[in-house]
């Protein structure tokens, strides 16, 4: 009993140091898994008001192309600051009365932007916002990826714990 308890967890081991861990094997998440959100960029850039106290920027794809009449949204913590439509070149201009945090959407992605008024802005701030639709993040994925899941990649590996376990249990015979 003690030897296939032994064999049993050796090959289980050996499966387990195969196999890929449950979120690299897990299906990408599906559209109804996240109703209503979208990618967020995670870093929060400077950005100065006009004089005339409007929010300026571009919406472009990422190719860089210029989206024409897509939505734009300003939002706060807790509302809708303000909703306009990019113009043929994808600029727009957004009214606001006073700096802070704020949320940018515009064509399936969110950016978050820190608003500062005229002459209190840090050096970094930038005078007009860009804001890149669908922006795909993919993050975690190495160079070996398609090497280590390869077919042969894993039947070699399960073989070699196979050859081991019984290796070991020939060792121990003798």
Request: net charge negative.
């Amino acid at each position: 009993m003690r030897v296939w308890v032994q064999k049993t967890a050796i090959v289980l081991t050996c499966f387990g140091l195969v196999l890929p861990s449950t979120p690299s094997a897990a299906a990408p998440p599906s559209q109804n898994d996240y109703a209503g959100a979208m990618p967020v960029r995670s870093e929060v850039a400077d950005v100065v008001l006009s004089d005339a106290d409007h929010l300026t920027g571009q919406i472009v794809d990422g190719n860089g192309s210029p989206l024409a009449q897509t939505v734009v949204q300003l939002s706060d913590e807790s509302r809708v600051v303000a909703a306009v439509r990019s113009d043929a070149e994808g600029y727009f201009q957004i009214p606001i009365s006073r700096g802070g945090l704020y949320q940018l959407t515009a064509g399936g992605s969110v950016s978050a932007w820190r608003v500062w008024q005229t002459g209190t802005a840090p050096p970094s701030a930038v005078t007009s916002a860009l804001v890149v639709a669908d922006e795909e993040v993919v993050r975690g994925l190495g160079m070996f990826t398609g090497i280590l899941f390869h077919p042969w990649i894993i039947a070699g590996s399960v073989f070699a714990g196979i050859a081991v376990a019984i290796g070991i249990d020939d060792g121990g015979a003798s």
